[in-house]
């Protein structure tokens, strides 16, 4: 006999949503583990975590009013899944970015400022695969972004990440709030906030130095 999980198809795509979330947790567990007992090279572990951070960050909001909270989720399902509730809930950025953000922490940069950077970063590529692409939408995220890089002064006033992020400000602020980035434009700011990130990471000091 054939027992449905779902008797339609709101249903279906709720507990498929579910399955999703579960393996991204799953996965980011084992990567976190991977890292602990040097089986990935550090470079890996990043791109990966990174990868799985963005995925949780967009499935959790598109699932907010049915799961909001993870931890819970993970009890509910038996999950013990400590070290990934704490890299995709607690921290959000992986723990090469956390160990270097700690680094700087005793100079006058904190180590919350470049987590703040990151977050900013990753929320702004992410809202753009999403088609987020209005005015209204998009200022905002920039506006942040921009000035947690200026909160950062092991960053210096040419920053590439500081000098795109404000002529894009300023090409914004120019439109009107319920103008849309063409797709060119879209693809454009995604690739200028790409290398921007590429750059904001190199600048940062490693942990052992």
């Known amino acids: 006999m054939e027992v449905k999980l779902w008797n339609d198809k709101r249903e279906r795509e709720m507990y498929e949503n579910f399955a999703e979330l579960y393996a991204i947790i799953k996965a980011t567990e084992k990567l976190e583990k991977a890292y602990i007992r040097d089986l990935i090279s550090p470079s890996e572990y990043e791109t990966e975590c990174q990868k799985l951070i963005v995925h949780f960050k967009t499935l959790s909001a598109t699932l907010k009013d049915m799961v909001p909270n993870i931890e819970r989720f993970a009890d509910t ?4 899944c400590s070290a990934a509730v704490y890299r995709l809930v607690t921290c959000g950025v992986p723990a090469t970015v956390e160990h270097r953000a700690a680094a700087i922490a005793s100079t006058s940069s904190s180590a919350s400022v470049v987590a703040e950077c990151v977050q900013n970063f990753i929320t702004s590529m992410d809202s753009l695969k999403l088609n987020m692409v209005a005015v209204d939408q998009v200022y905002p995220l920039l506006s942040d972004l921009s000035a947690s890089l200026n909160k950062l002064s092991i960053l ?21 709030a319920s103008d849309e980035l063409t797709e060119q434009q879209a693809r454009q ?10 750059s904001f990471m190199a600048a940062l000091p490693n942990a052992g130095n």
Do not use: A
Not at 77 to 80: I, L, S, T
């Open 189 to 198: 700011l995604h690739f200028d906030l790409e290398s921007s990130y590429n």
């Open 156 to 176: 210096p006033p040419d920053f590439e990440g500081k000098i795109k992020m404000k002529e894009w400000l300023g090409r914004l602020s120019k439109m009107g």
């Open 77 to 80: 399902y038996k999950m013990d």
